[in-house]
């Protein structure tokens, strides 16, 4: 069982926003700044989003966009396009001898 | 263009051993940390294994503690991972991931698969 708990699925019309939510059940997600998130299409490899919670790496495009409050954070892609279409997973620090923990993953469907 | 091509992947019967490479470009590999991600069929991401820059440090994920071994090779820009005393429940395909930051992985290999059938 993931330390993150995500939404199995999440939907959208195109040009909506929606928000995919990762929890952390013990420590990890609020007590460190190191949320990240991963887009997953088909067949392909993980891709980086969102790495130390809201940090876009270069070549994402804005409409990806990430916040944090208490032991929740979301990811939010706003102007949806049918593009976006994939799996996406959190991850995070869960502290102590841990390393770097994913959460369920989130299948967005865009109408 | 930084690249991760993974191989070693195959059929294997629970109890035998198989090792995975990675063989990395385009980056300064001995100043970065190295994992192994997997994903069974269907499922979601596990971390497996993580091995620091100088490979002074390493993790693994409780369900394959005692049973696999990240290494490195510095001057082949490769990181291995030796799985031995293999489950049917390895089944999965293996990423290989580049460290980027805290805890995130900012690039990604194609991944191998590995079945571990009777």
């Known amino acids: 069982q993931s330390a993150l708990t995500q939404p199995r699925s999440v939907s959208g019309s195109p040009g909506q926003s929606v928000t995919i939510s990762c929890t952390g059940t013990s420590s990890g997600v609020g007590d460190y700044d190191y949320v990240s998130w991963y887009q997953q299409n088909p067949g392909k490899a993980p891709k980086l989003l969102i790495y130390d919670v809201n940090k876009r790496p270069s070549g994402v495009p804005d409409r990806f966009s990430g916040s944090e409050s208490g032991n929740t954070a979301s990811l939010i892609i706003s102007g949806l396009q049918a593009e976006d279409e994939a799996d996406y997973y959190c991850?995070?620090?869960?502290?102590?001898?841990?390393?770097?923990?994913f959460g369920g993953g989130t299948k967005l469907t865009v109408l | 263009e930084v690249q991760l091509v993974e191989s070693g992947g195959g059929l294997v019967k629970p109890g035998g051993s198989l090792r995975l490479s990675c063989g990395a470009s385009?980056?300064?590999?001995?100043?970065?940390?190295m994992n192994w991600v997997r994903q069974a069929p269907g499922k979601g991401l596990e971390w497996v294994s993580s091995l620091s820059a100088v490979g002074n440090y390493m993790y693994y994920a409780d369900s394959v503690k005692g049973r696999f071994t990240i290494s490195r090779d510095n001057a082949k820009n490769s990181v291995y991972l030796q799985m031995n005393s293999l489950r049917a429940e390895d089944t999965a395909l293996y990423y290989c991931a580049r460290l980027g930051g805290n805890y995130d992985l900012d690039y990604w290999g194609q991944g191998t698969l590995v079945t571990v059938s009777s």
């Open positions: 991850c995070s620090y869960a502290g102590g001898n841990s390393f770097g923990v």
């Open positions: 385009g980056f300064n590999f001995r100043t970065f940390s």
